[in-house]
């Protein structure tokens, strides 16, 4: 979900690694310890939470979070809680990051110190003025002046303990003495509408202030109307020295992409998608992104979902990872290393297979975390009590089932990584004539050493559990991910492949030639050409599944006993909801009964991050736990019904209560809807890529990586009039026709110098058309305020 800007729509996500805390403050008692958890939270609304580590003062989380943010914030906030005996949480401290302040800690681990937590510390929201000063003149000739204030209204005031009854106080300072004047309590809102006016006898010098939380001086009062961030009363306890609370480590990687309309980028992405077809594919514009990007990851990521965007991933894989085993001397070592080709074949895998591994690996994964078997086969770090024996027995039954789901799961392999196997098996083949096993290695390097054993080894991060594993289970999954591993690679020394003598011993039991034989049949497979099993489309994948809140179907009159806690459960074939996971469906809407899915406007219930699934014969109302679980919600129920002929493309954004529509006042419950339905293209519910903002991150890299694609082009010059010995300062670089990548890094300089033109112009109109103390830009928002400098300093030097 994108903020919108005019010409312009700005993308948020942030990924975030929560490592650990320390020098936790004792908990005062005989125990002195605590059970801790973490959230990150956008401002003062949680979007995440780590599980709870007990009796720990420097507990360790390492859990990871990625989001897209939906909404504008201030600050990234991260709470450390304590959980007592009797199930009761209380704030130990705070980490709270500006958002101008998030590019100082990019994608680097960084210690930050707690801070102090209280009602006060915890201001947000905005305030919404407006102000009159008039010059009156009495009849004995006496110039007085009088301030009128009007407080229109707040909007996203913090809720407290569950509760938000705000009011307004204004106070007028003066050098001799203070007037305060204080509104009605709203009730029950964060987003009061006050709309209640002060007066005030002004003697010159004065200030005036909504108390604590901001203030400007008289002269710069004539007739304004404006809007303020609120700030913090207070910085919290004065008494708590720095470190008193103890520290957290955390990694945050913030992304802003700022996309423009689709025509802009059509130089540079035909320049790009035409990447397959160059001769050589060193000379194309998506290789030479691999070559002077620092990490290939950097540039494997948008390419890969570009490409699948624009479905041309198969032949641009094909062409890389052809011409990577053309160089490639030992058939051992074929796609071992960290080049493009592994990269973006790791990327593929990781988004069009996604959910090929959950149905493949998540029921078991679930009963191994579940059942806490004892797996331990290593004889030094056997417990007081456990057999050998028996701890053998349970791995060698859990290595067996994954083994054999495994192996049985090619009819369910995604068409497009099987047409990339199969591209792999036949240049690895064609390359290695005398190597009858190669042509397995090319396709297990992939689909067993980097897609299924990593999954087993850490399945948090292939969201196969909602946190990182207790440490005996992280243990036995470590123990499962090296014998599948060992499997999948078909080493002809098996045994000898495992440093330990323990695995060693263990793995005598799956050296029957059955295992071997099932692998590859499993390969031959997934990289068969033609490979269709249209049986495979027709099962149900699980897309989404959690606790939301729902309102009764049909009720008429409104009441919170309405409103009920329900396992939401949402397939390709049917979205359901049950008492509680596992219970039978309490109610299913068919998937081609959807018709629509958007937001709710908060003024219905009075309740935020609802949105609508609307049906032929009414609209089912949810409330999410949050914006960022909202927006995911919206966004796959939005695509999983998008090819239905039935789409609305007006709907009503408001609820029906009262005998009529909030919204437009309609009083028939049929009426058609008054608002054009926001759903996009039809696209694959199993990829959410948006191919003009992987245009923009590229040409973010090339913008970023300017200086060697100059150096690229030097190393172009050279050796086409040069053919001597390379030169050290050109020889990172893989080019095996200077002429024609030449050619392509000058057309790449040219796209990126025009987007980097439409950029500077952007903002150059933005900053003229900018108002301070506007809807969007409320005074106090140093974000905005650090653009104005930099935008006054641009405009400046231009003159």
Not at 561 to 589: A, C, M, V
Request: with cysteine; aromatic share 10%.
């Amino acid at each position: 979900m994108a903020v919108e800007e005019e010409g312009l729509r700005v993308f948020q996500s942030v990924k975030i690694k929560i490592g650990e805390a320390k020098n936790l403050p004792t908990y005062p008692g005989p125990n002195k310890m605590r059970d801790c958890y973490c959230t990150v939270n956008l401002d003062q609304e949680e979007v995440f939470r780590t599980k709870i580590v007990e009796k720990s003062l420097c507990p360790f989380y390492g859990e990871d979070f990625y989001c897209e943010i939906p909404r504008s914030f201030r600050h990234l906030s991260f709470y450390i809680f304590d959980r007592d005996v009797f199930r009761r949480d209380s704030i130990i401290g705070k980490v709270a990051i500006q958002k101008e302040d998030l590019q100082k800690y990019h994608n680097r681990d960084t210690w930050f110190q707690l801070q102090h937590v209280d009602a006060d510390s915890e201001v947000q929201g905005k305030v919404h003025l407006e102000l009159r000063l008039s010059e009156v003149i009495t009849d004995t000739g006496v110039v007085s002046h009088k301030l009128a204030t009007r407080i229109l209204e707040c909007q996203g005031l913090p809720i407290v303990n569950g509760q938000c009854d705000p009011y307004a106080t204004v106070t007028l300072a003066g050098p001799y003495r203070s007037e305060a004047k204080k509104t009605k309590v709203k009730k029950k809102t964060n987003n009061p509408q006050f709309d209640e006016v002060f007066y005030f006898e002004v003697t010159r010098p004065c200030s005036y202030s909504r108390k604590s939380h901001f203030d400007f001086e008289e002269e710069d009062v004539d007739k304004l109307e404006i809007r303020y961030f609120l700030q913090p009363r207070d910085n919290g306890s004065k008494s708590l020295k720095p470190g008193d609370l103890g520290s957290l480590r955390l990694n945050v990687v913030y992304t802003e992409d700022h996309v423009f309309s689709s025509d802009y980028y059509s130089p540079l992405r035909d320049l790009l998608l035409k990447s397959a077809d160059v001769e050589p594919v060193s000379a194309s514009a998506a290789h030479i992104l691999g070559e002077v990007c620092r990490e290939k990851q950097e540039a494997a990521i948008p390419l890969v979902r570009l490409f699948l965007h624009c479905g041309r991933v198969v032949p641009f894989i094909s062409a890389i990872a052809n011409a990577e085993v053309r160089r490639t001397q030992d058939p051992n070592t074929i796609f071992r290393g960290n080049s493009l080709t592994s990269k973006c074949i790791d990327e593929t895998m990781k988004l069009a297979g996604m959910h090929y591994l959950h149905v493949t690996l998540k029921p078991t994964i679930e009963e191994i975390c579940q059942s806490h078997k004892s797996c331990e086969i290593d004889p030094v770090k056997l417990k007081d009590g456990e057999n050998l024996e028996n701890n053998m027995e349970n791995l060698r039954q859990y290595v067996d089932r994954i083994f054999n789901v495994i192996t049985k799961s090619g009819v369910s392999c995604p068409t497009v990584m099987c047409d990339i196997f199969f591209s792999l098996r036949e240049a690895a083949a064609k390359r290695f004539q005398d190597d009858l096993d190669v042509r397995y290695t090319a396709v297990s390097s992939f689909i067993f050493l980097r897609f299924f054993a990593p999954a087993i080894l850490s399945p948090n991060l292939f969201q196969l559990t909602p946190h990182h594993t207790d440490p005996q289970t992280s243990r036995t999954l470590t123990l499962i991910s090296k014998t599948i591993q060992t499997l999948g690679s078909l080493s002809k020394s098996k045994s000898a492949s495992f440093k330990e003598s323990y695995m060693a011993a263990f793995y005598e039991f799956f050296n029957e030639q059955k295992y071997a034989d099932a692998v590859k049949n499993f390969l031959d497979l997934i990289s068969s050409s033609g490979r269709r099993d249209p049986k495979s489309v027709e099962q149900p994948i699980l897309l989404k599944e959690g606790f939301m809140i729902k309102r009764a179907q049909g009720r008429k009159r409104f009441g919170m006993k309405n409103f009920k806690k329900r396992w939401f459960r949402l397939t390709n074939h049917e979205f359901t909801y049950q008492k509680s996971k596992g219970d039978q469906p309490l109610y299913s809407i068919p998937i081609e009964n959807i018709l629509a899915v958007e937001k709710l406007e908060e003024e219905s219930f009075k309740m935020k991050n609802m949105f609508q699934v609307i049906q032929p014969e009414r609209a089912l109302y949810i409330q999410a736990n949050n914006c960022v679980e909202a927006k995911a919600w919206i966004d796959i129920l939005t695509k999983v019904s998008q090819c239905n002929k039935k789409r609305l493309t007006v709907y009503h954004p408001s609820a029906y209560l009262n005998g009529h529509w909030l919204c437009c006042r309609a009083s028939s419950d049929t009426a058609p809807g008054c608002t054009p339905c926001t759903g996009g293209l039809p696209a694959n519910i199993q990829l959410d890529i948006d191919g003009d903002r992987e245009t923009e991150r590229i040409y973010s890299l090339f913008n970023l990586y300017m200086s060697k694609l100059e150096k690229m082009q030097e190393a172009c010059g050279s050796r086409s009039v040069y053919d001597g010995p390379e030169q050290e300062e050109y020889s990172t670089f893989i080019i095996d026709d200077p002429q024609e990548t030449y050619k392509t890094l000058k057309q790449v300089i040219a796209g990126v110098g025009a987007l980097e033109q439409e950029h500077a112009q952007y903002k150059r109109d933005k900053f003229k058309k900018t108002k301070y103390g506007s809807q969007e830009h409320p005074i106090g928002d140093k974000s905005f305020q650090s653009y104005i400098r930099q935008q006054s300093e641009v405009s400046t030097h231009s003159i």
